[in-house]
């Protein structure tokens, strides 16, 4: 019987996965047996696995089997991971809430705990930055205002990875493979600029990929995006993902009150107060709106 050697895959591309083996101290490029396409599952970043060796000198091996996972994430597709970073830049490109507060969602349906960084502090000459870091939080969401290009706070992240698996996901174009390489300096990555045209990044990172930080510590990086559909959510449920209106909806006058068109509201009563922030209440009710017009359609 072949021996099994347990890895852990840090990349997949095109039907083939890099998986290191620490008994080995290697990598190896391995297919996956057809076994799991019969069972329809596939292989992620992040993932423990077994490998079987075809070639000790071509580092070529099949993986045999999967171990069973801590957390799976959808998009970015990727297993076992701790917790979540969400990157976005202040500035070029201009911070977009809506896609944020997606993120946001997307990782607390997942169960991961999550923090933001907000990058090119260094562009931020009108504060733009202050005004959004308060307003999250208020949300009581951990934020950490960078500049990765000039090293900024970059210690102040690398305490928050320590020991952790830590998947990071942001648009294009916000500096992400920048911070990676101040993190870290065994895997270069390639960084892009901003369009003028369009004022969004260029992508860069091509496919999700593990590097390790330190002995205990990794970061999945992941490819940029500039959109997330909101799945397996009803627009009841929305709010329950603002922490912040929490502590006024008892002073609501309608059960399932939606925070926009009732007349007697405990949060935009707060709202008028400046007790919730305008610009995380505004992105509730675009999303709000949006989870409606899905559930008219079905």
């Known amino acids: ?42 292989p992620l970043v992040g993932d423990d696995v077994g490998i079987q060796i075809i070639s000790e000198e071509d580092a070529v091996g099949n993986i045999s089997r999967i171990l069973p996972r801590t957390s799976c994430l959808i998009r970015p597709a990727v297993a076992n991971v701790d917790q979540a970073m969400v990157i976005f830049s202040v500035k070029k490109p201009d911070i977009s809430l809506n896609l944020l507060d997606r993120l946001l969602i997307h990782m607390e349906q ?65 500096g992400k493979s920048t911070l990676i390489n101040r993190l ?60 912040e209106f929490e502590p006024y909806e008892a002073t609501c006058k309608f059960t399932g009150c939606s925070h926009i068109h009732e007349p007697v509201c405990g949060v935009k009563e707060a709202l008028q107060q400046g007790k919730i922030s305008a610009l995380r209440y505004e992105t509730y009710r675009t999303l709000y709106e949006e989870l409606a017009g899905q559930q008219k359609k079905y």
């Open 1 to 42: 019987m072949e021996e099994i050697f347990q890895g852990k895959i840090t990349r997949g591309v095109g039907g083939f996965y890099y998986v290191f083996v620490p008994a080995k101290e290697k990598m190896y490029e391995c297919r996956a047996r057809g076994i799991f396409r019969n069972d329809k599952i596939k």
């Open 184 to 243: 870290q300096s065994q895997t270069r990555m390639e960084t892009g600029s901003v369009s003028r045209k369009l004022s969004r990044g260029r992508h860069t990172t091509r496919y999700s990929q593990l590097i390790p930080i330190d002995q205990d510590s990794y970061i999945l990086d992941t490819p940029g995006f500039g959109s997330l559909e909101l799945f397996d959510l009803e627009k009841e449920d929305l709010a329950s993902y603002y922490r």
């Open 110 to 174: 997942q169960h991961l705990p999550v923090f933001l960084c907000l990058n090119k502090e260094d562009l931020d000459a009108e504060h733009t930055g202050e005004a959004i870091a308060a307003a999250y939080r208020a949300a009581e969401y951990p934020v950490l205002k960078i500049s990765a290009l000039e090293d900024e706070n970059v210690d102040c992240v690398l305490d928050c990875l320590k020991g952790k698996t830590t998947t990071v996901a942001g648009p294009s174009g916000v």
